[in-house]
């Protein structure tokens, strides 16, 4: 039981959608290298036929490129944001292609 859980949570899209996935959350450092990035594209490659749905925040680096991989391949992808849904100014426009795609925008501001 998590003790300090959200009042309310806000979204964009169909939350509901988040249930019907299987649901992965893509962790790794903000100074990532290539290595990274080859990785993880074999891994999600490897997913991608289980059809999951990405779950990150909307931070440098590894979160956004686990989120484009996912909107190249019209994957679910779930974006947590730290701020108010109408004021997202990190990674604005990958925010936008969720927003516009098959994607999933939650903050509990």
Excluded: F
Aim: a positive charge; charged letters at 20%; proline letters at 1%.
């Amino acid at each position: 039981m998590i003790k300090d859980k959200p009042l309310l949570l806000y979204y964009i899209w169909d939350i509901s959608k988040i249930n019907e996935k299987r649901n992965i959350t893509i962790i790794w450092s903000r100074n990532a290298d290539n290595t990274w990035l080859t990785t993880s594209l074999y891994l999600w490659k490897q997913l991608a036929s289980k059809w999951y749905n990405i779950v990150s925040w909307l931070a440098k680096w590894c979160d956004v490129e686990a989120h484009k991989w996912a909107l190249s391949v019209n994957w679910l992808t779930t974006a947590i944001i730290w701020c108010w849904l109408d004021s997202i100014t990190t990674n604005k426009d990958i925010a936008e292609k969720i927003k516009n795609s098959w994607g999933i925008l939650l903050s509990e501001r």
